[in-house]
């Protein structure tokens, strides 16, 4: 630093300062900005050029499913499923140059409130923090949880990241000979597949119907209805209009009641033995 010259020295944006450094050594006091307190040029640069930064916090979460010992990451799960224990694993972390940490939130938007880590002084990384929960009633719905933190400015992390489960449904397809009211909970569980996605509508079906059988797409009323295609044409039976429950393999093993399951549109094709022993699609869209 000791070669002469103004050098452009740069805080966070692309705002230019140019301090006049010839002759100067640093470490001795100057009357460089003495206007402003600064002891030497160095100190100046220490609270000008070397940026404070908020802090950085994480969450990540898991779960005990059915009875399980193990937890698990958050994921999608089936609708029903039974949720033993949550476990919340948060940190916050100052960056370099930059405050004490001050304290560490966690929170949910469900039976999980309001969790307050306060730390204390000269404090820089929280390391793992572990939260527990088991009131868990119910896997009808997504949960989720969020972490921030603060430094001793109360300042707030640079984010506020989440940890989300969601649950999740799938839509049925497949054939059989079954019309009216021969469709029923059981007969869907025993004679259809499911799709490979949750929570999504299938954009086709392909199955390869025997001489007798019909072709079958059961999706949640909630999702709206869709009905077989051909050349435009509405190619599903008047027993669209059919709805019926149908519960999830967990809520079975956890005993749930039909009446509570989700509620499925039944779509039918017109015609029987199609592709006359091949493969056939039915391509799915909206009425109209």
Do not use: C
Not at 211 to 233: K, Q
């Amino acid at each position: 630093m000791g070669a002469g010259g103004h050098r452009p020295l740069t805080r966070g944006g692309s705002d230019k300062i140019n301090i006049d450094v010839t002759g100067r050594n640093f470490d001795t006091p100057t009357q460089f900005n003495m206007a402003h307190k600064y002891r030497t040029a160095k100190d100046f640069i220490k609270a000008y050029l070397i940026k404070e930064l908020p802090p950085l916090a994480t969450i990540a979460g898991h779960f005990r499913l059915n009875g399980s010992a193990v937890f698990t990451p958050f994921s999608t799960i089936e609708r029903g499923t039974k949720i033993e224990e949550v476990r919340l694993t948060a940190t916050l972390k100052s960056q370099v140059n930059s405050p004490d940490l001050l304290r560490l939130e966690v929170f949910g938007n469900y039976q999980f409130g309001l969790k307050t880590i306060n730390f204390a002084p000269g404090t820089k990384d929280s390391g793992i923090i572990e939260l527990y929960d088991s009131r868990i009633a119910s896997s009808s719905s997504s949960k989720i949880y969020t972490a921030k933190g603060y430094d001793m400015k109360d300042v707030l992390s640079a984010s506020s990241p989440t940890a989300t489960w969601t649950i999740g449904v799938k839509a049925y397809y497949g054939m059989g000979t079954a019309t009216g009211a021969a469709i029923t909970e059981a007969w869907v569980r025993e004679n259809l597949l499911k799709h490979t996605a949750w929570n999504a509508h299938m954009g086709a079906v392909t199955v390869t119907p025997g001489a007798e059988d019909y072709i079958y797409y059961l999706a949640p009323v909630s999702w709206g209805l869709r009905v077989f295609e051909f050349l435009g044409s509405d190619q599903t039976n008047p027993e669209s209009a059919l709805r019926i429950k149908v519960r999830t393999d967990n809520e079975m093993l956890n005993g749930f009641a039909q009446a509570s399951a989700t509620e499925y549109f039944v779509v039918r094709s017109l015609g029987k033995g199609l592709g006359g022993g091949s493969p056939y699609t039915f391509n799915l869209g909206t009425i109209g």
